[in-house]
Structure formats: C-alpha cells, structure tokens
C-alpha cells in the first residue's frame, strides 16, 4: 500500500521521552546504563565474571561506548550450559516470569524476568506497537502464540500496556481466529506474517473478503519475512503491516519495531539495548554501520537476565534512524546464520526465494525448499504453489521463470515442483521453510 491509515505516525506527545532524544543525549544514557549493566553482570553472574577474567577485562574498563568491543561475546551455547537458571543476576524469588526458546535441538534456552523487566519489555512491546499504528483505545487481536514463547506474553503485555483491549486468542484454530475477528471487530492483529498469510487465504477459501473486515494494522514478526510478503498482506488485507523484531535470549518481541509513516525496517530502541554488527566468520570482528553481518545486542536495563553482547546468528546491517532519528534501524533480517542454505558452494536463504517468486504472478508465498543429494551433488527442489486460477501453461512459464530468475540472482540450479494449490503445510505461527533430507554425515 503507498498510502497508511496513519500518514502522520504518533503524535510527538504521545511518544516516550527516548524517542525524542538526541544522539548525544541518548549516548549519554546509553553509557551510563553500560556501566551499571557491566558491573550488574559482572558482580551476579558467574559465568559473566569469568568470561570477563579470562579476556582482561574489567567493568571499570568500560570509558567510552567504543569499549564495549574489548568484552567477550555471549552465544546460545553460554546460554544452554548454564540451564535452567544459572544465568540469573537474582534470586529466583526475585524473577516473576520465566520463557524459555523452542530449540529445535538440545535444551531449551531459559530467560528470567523480574518486575521491573516485564514493566520495561511491556513498555517496549507498547512503543513498538504504537510506532506500527496501533492507539489506545484500540481493539487488538493476539495470535502470537501463548506459553513459554515470548510473542504471546510479550505481545499482550504491551497491549495492555498501550491501553489497547487486547483479546488473547494464541496461535491455531484458524476458523475461530476468523470468527472472533468477524464479531469483535478488532482494529489490529499481532502474529507473525505467514500465519497472517494462513487467516487471509482461510478468509478467502470460506468466501469472506479479508479487504473487508475491520482490520487496519497487523504487527508481524518472530520470523523473517521480505518487502514482496508485506505487499502481499497489505493488498490481500487492506491493512498497513509493520515489522517487529526481537528474541527471547535478548528480551522478546520488542527490542526493535517499525514506524507505520516510512516502513523502512524496525528501530533499534536504543536507550536499552545497544546493536553491533559483526562479521560472523571473520574472528567476529566489528563491522562499521552500513555493513552486513551478525546482529549483537547488549541489555542495558535488564535486571534479571542481564546480556552482553549476544550474537543473535541474524543478518542484517545497521542504517540510520529516519522516523526516530537518534535511533538506528536495522535491515530487514535477510536468515539466520544457521538458516543458510549452502548448495555446491552457493549461499542462500529462504527469504530470497520469498523475493524472488513473489514478484513472478502466477506463483504464491506458500513455498517449501527441500534439500537432497541423489548422487554426489546436493539438490535443491522449491515446491511451490501457484496462485489459484492460473492455467498449466502459466504454471509450466512461472516454473522456468523462477528457476532462470535463481539463477540469475542467487547463482545456483534448483528444480521447481509446482504443486496444487492448497496442498503445502500452512504456518501455525513461525513456519518451517527449509526440509534437509541430505544424507547425515
Ligand atoms: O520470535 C520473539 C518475537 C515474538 C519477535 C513475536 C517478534 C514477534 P524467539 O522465539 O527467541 O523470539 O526467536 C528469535 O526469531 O533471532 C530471529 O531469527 C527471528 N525473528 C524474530 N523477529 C523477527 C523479525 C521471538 N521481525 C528469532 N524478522 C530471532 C526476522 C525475526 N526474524
């Protein structure tokens, strides 16, 4: 959509005192929040104290914001060798609230919260929201999924928060979230942006308009998702859909999120959590804004899970802020690190794919890649969808179509399986794209 139910965005009242802020003043915040998160993590973490032993560094160290670069990195496996709790700066009578990340293999990551950070996180999640377009007074309807996954929480919280009427209706049961959005006439919805996909088609499929109900304002994320997806939802939808970014080790959703008046990626809310780009092979090196690598975020405010610089395995960059201009953005998330697709020496995400076949008509979003390796070679097959109503011919076309334009952009062969309209798995909340059925080494 070129126009926005909001073409002013928030109205400078409304905004927190940080959003208004100057770089200077920011930075100024934002070192002086460093301090204390450093000495905070260093005096309550063991893991913390010897990690900064072992590199020679102290939080006194710690001068300029620059200095952050001398202390080590946090990964998931810190995070995983240190279950359940030993990661927590408080007692554990101090922590109201414990979430803990899927993981696809191995232990689950497990992150506290204390009062003071849930405040802080719903006070976020709210920011963001209202930077997407959604106001108090609102009616919004939350398909993030409830339980140990931050979206659920995080996003009703912040709902709340925002003084919005929130209606928790979790991921699934997609007939219903259909009905409930028909009767209660909900202003905004909040999931992620391929089961937003799933409702808009389900609509469709029971012959009900998804233009004509009365959503105005969808806040999507928890997974990647392109500039291509955002018109799809936005045309099928007639609603202005909005990114949010974020990730439980690190908070939940709301470390970052999108404003509705330039939708040109999330704002980093810099006055509690500071973003470098690293180069994720190089001997993680820091790289100047501007260029692609790993996201590493640092909590500044966080008390009961404190995070110093932790690698997220996202790609993206760093730009400048444009609608909250002392605040940086980041690029949309391009895969996770652990997400690359790597075919005879080509790497490749799935988002690109996403790019790629939907800007071809007659092909849909609903995609799978399968990996396989028949003889000594990998392969790569993208099963995919064509839009309802196109004929064999116009799928046959769209087929070499997108194996030419995978060609062209990304530099690898794959073969296309243009399947039935209908019959690939629907998201339920973050869907799985990629299906690796190479022989385990
Ligand atoms: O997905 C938190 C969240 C919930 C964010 C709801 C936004 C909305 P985790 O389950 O820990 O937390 O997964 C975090 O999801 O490292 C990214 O790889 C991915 N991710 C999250 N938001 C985005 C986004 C939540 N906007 C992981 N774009 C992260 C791309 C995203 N990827």
Redesign the pocket.
């Known amino acids: 959509m070129t126009t926005t139910n909001n073409p002013n965005g928030a109205n400078p009242a409304q905004l927190d005192a940080a959003e208004l802020m100057g770089r200077d003043e920011l930075e100024a915040l934002q070192l002086s929040r460093l301090r204390h998160t450093l000495a905070w993590a260093y005096d309550r973490v063991p893991l913390y104290k010897l990690k900064f032993d072992g590199a020679g560094v102290q939080p006194s160290d710690l001068r300029e914001l620059g200095d952050l670069a001398k202390f080590p990195y946090t990964t998931k496996e810190d995070l995983r060798r240190e279950y359940p709790f030993g990661m927590f700066a408080v007692p554990q009578s101090e922590v109201v609230r414990i979430h803990a990340?899927?993981g696809t293999t191995g232990r689950p990551t497990v992150v506290g919260y204390t009062k003071n950070d849930l405040t802080m996180w719903a006070s976020l999640v709210a920011r963001s929201m209202r930077a997407s377009g959604v106001r108090p007074g609102m009616l919004v309807h939350n398909a993030?999924g409830y339980g140990l996954?931050?979206?659920g929480l995080?996003?009703h919280y912040g709902a709340e928060a925002l003084g919005t009427t929130v209606i928790p209706m979790s991921g699934g049961q997609t007939e219903k979230q259909i009905q409930l959005i028909l009767d209660f006439e909900p202003d905004a919805i909040m999931c992620?942006p391929t089961y937003l996909l799933t409702i808009m088609d389900a609509m469709a499929h029971q012959g009900i308009d998804p233009r004509a109900t009365s959503l105005k304002f969808a806040v999507c994320?928890?997974?990647?998702?392109t500039e291509e997806m955002r018109q799809e939802l936005e045309t099928g939808m007639g609603l202005d859909a909005c990114?949010?970014?974020?990730?439980?080790?690190v908070m939940?959703?709301g470390v970052a999120g999108e404003c509705v008046e330039t939708k040109d990626g999330?704002h980093v809310w810099e006055d509690h959590f500071i973003p470098e780009i690293i180069d994720p092979f190089d001997h993680a090196t820091v790289l100047p804004d501007g260029e692609k690598g790993e996201l590493v975020f640092t909590s500044l405010t966080k008390e009961a899970l404190p995070i110093i610089r932790y690698r997220?395995?996202?790609l993206s960059c760093l730009l400048p802020g444009t609608a909250r201009p002392a605040m940086r953005r980041m690029a949309?998330?391009s895969g996770?690190s652990d997400d690359m697709i790597i075919l005879r020496g080509v790497n490749m995400f799935p988002s690109q794919i996403e790019e790629i076949a939907l800007r071809i008509p007659a092909l849909s979003p609903h995609f799978q890649l399968e990996l396989t390796r028949p003889g000594r070679l990998d392969e790569l097959t993208i099963h995919i969808e064509p839009r309802e109503n196109t004929t064999a011919a116009d799928r046959a076309a769209a087929a070499a179509n997108l194996v030419a334009q995978v060609k062209a952009h990304i530099g690898s062969s794959c073969t296309v399986d243009v399947v039935e309209p209908g019959t690939l798995a629907r998201s339920n909340g973050?869907l799985r794209r990629i299906y690796d059925n190479r022989p385990k080494p």
């Open positions: 990340s899927s993030y996954f931050t979206g995080g996003a992620t994320g928890a997974e990647p998702w990114d949010i970014y974020g990730l439980s080790e939940g959703p999330n997220t395995q996202d949309r998330i996770r973050k």
